[in-house]
């Protein structure tokens, strides 16, 4: 039996991009230890950690911006383009973060330049690669956002190993190095995906292609739009307070509480795997139910219950499996009812709501005061979600999908 060479080349190539999508993610995943700098770089600047760590608030912003707009950069640049810049913002970001002196050079160089150069590449690989993959869209997302999440745990033990030996100003450098040189190799592996064929007869959800001004035009779109920053709003909530809510609300001791960022990560990691595996075997939007589900458990838990040790542990753990599982799935779920061509817009567009939920929860709790308030509108939220991801239909195929779907 002879094989085909050009299938061969395809199939070569399609591996190589995701092996290369995986360095880069779990570099750009490197960003969520930023809580580690809070303390030293308080000291440096003689500012509150809270005034300090708003950085971090002002790059999930830019991380969720750039993402937005990170499917024009690729049509005009393409993907290792694109990458291979993100890689040297974001060493420059680090550089400048390295020798900020005062607060709004925090802002600008960690905020703004470290979260702009991580959405640009965040994004953009994650739909690159699922675009490669439409036989397994789930178990691709699963791997990146699986190396994303990896990569903010490896990078905990690499960034506590480079304070431990150096100083601040030569940890982020080092940081900055290293990040920028996994995040080009990462895209020089890297290829722009072909556009999808137009579907064979009775193919219905390959001739789903549907543009950006079309798709938000449709019910659906910002139902899908609601439910992701409803799951956003909800898990970074609760795992940037996590630690405060075990000493607070179940009077834990700080060593104790501080365990919820390893229950965290495990559930987290475990969601992403569990629910990205899942939502290649059954209907998408049934899995976002089930995340949602999990999670009205979980905040149920931390509303209604008598808190301790145990149910404390539970109830933080439902949210993060939760909330890891649903920016796994979402990916390939908002391509079964918007198409794969034009995934990283229609995705890019709905991710804002990651930027925004970031700071939604921080933002309610300061204003009316403490958990309780936050917790009953996530709850609320999360109860309007699960309808709406009960009730919701695929839409009707765009009846220019036919005449605007080229060959690759």
């Known amino acids: 039996m002879s094989t085909n060479p050009v299938s061969n080349s395809v199939n070569r190539t399609r591996w190589l991009t995701l092996i290369g999508t995986i360095i880069t993610q779990f570099a750009l995943g490197s960003v969520y230890t930023w809580s580690l700098f809070n303390g030293q770089l308080s000291h440096k600047l003689d500012a509150p950690v809270s005034q300090v760590a708003f950085s971090f608030g002002l790059l999930s912003l830019g991380l969720a911006i750039a993402s937005s707009v990170a499917g024009k950069l690729q049509e005009r640049f393409g993907v290792r383009n694109v990458s291979i810049g993100a890689g040297v913002l974001m060493a420059l970001g680090f550089f400048l973060t390295a020798h900020a002196s005062n607060l709004f050079m ?118 899908l739009a609601v439910m992701f920053l409803t799951a956003c709003m909800s898990g970074l909530y609760v795992i940037g307070v996590a630690k405060d809510i075990g000493e607070g609300l179940v009077h834990l001791s700080t060593q104790t509480a501080a365990n919820a960022v390893t229950i965290i990560a495990i559930a987290n990691l475990s969601g992403r795997l569990v629910l990205g595996v899942l939502s290649d075997k059954m209907a998408r939007i049934r899995v976002i139910t089930l995340a949602q589900v999990v999670s009205l458990a979980g905040m149920s838990i931390l509303l209604f219950s008598r808190m301790n040790e145990t149910t404390f542990f539970i109830s933080i753990a439902c949210v993060a499996f939760s909330f890891g599982g649903t920016i796994t799935v979402y990916p390939s779920l908002v391509s079964d009812f918007f198409g794969l061509n034009n995934l990283t817009k229609n995705y890019g567009l709905i991710y804002l709501g990651f930027g925004i939920g970031s700071v939604m929860g921080s933002l309610i709790a300061s204003l009316f005061g403490g958990f309780t308030v936050t917790f009953s509108l996530i709850m609320a939220l999360l109860a309007i979600s699960l309808v709406m991801s009960a009730t919701i239909r695929l839409p009707h195929i765009a009846p220019e999908s036919k005449k605007t779907l080229q060959h690759a």
């Open 106 to 223: 925090l802002y600008l160089s960690a905020g703004v330049l470290v979260g702009l150069a991580d959405g640009a590449g965040y994004l953009m690989t994650l739909s690159n690669c699922v675009k490669w993959f439409p036989e397994r869209k789930g178990v691709i997302s699963a791997c990146a956002i699986g190396a994303y999440g990896l990569g903010s745990l490896g990078f905990k033990f690499i960034c506590s190993y480079l304070l431990s030996v150096n100083s601040l100003e030569t940890t982020f450098i080092i940081w900055g190095c290293l990040a920028m040189v996994m995040v080009i190799v990462g895209a020089m592996l890297m290829k722009d995906a072909p556009k999808q064929q137009t579907a064979k007869q009775g193919d219905s959800s390959s001739a789903r292609d549907f543009s950006l001004a079309q798709a938000v035009r449709l019910p659906q779109y910002w139902m």
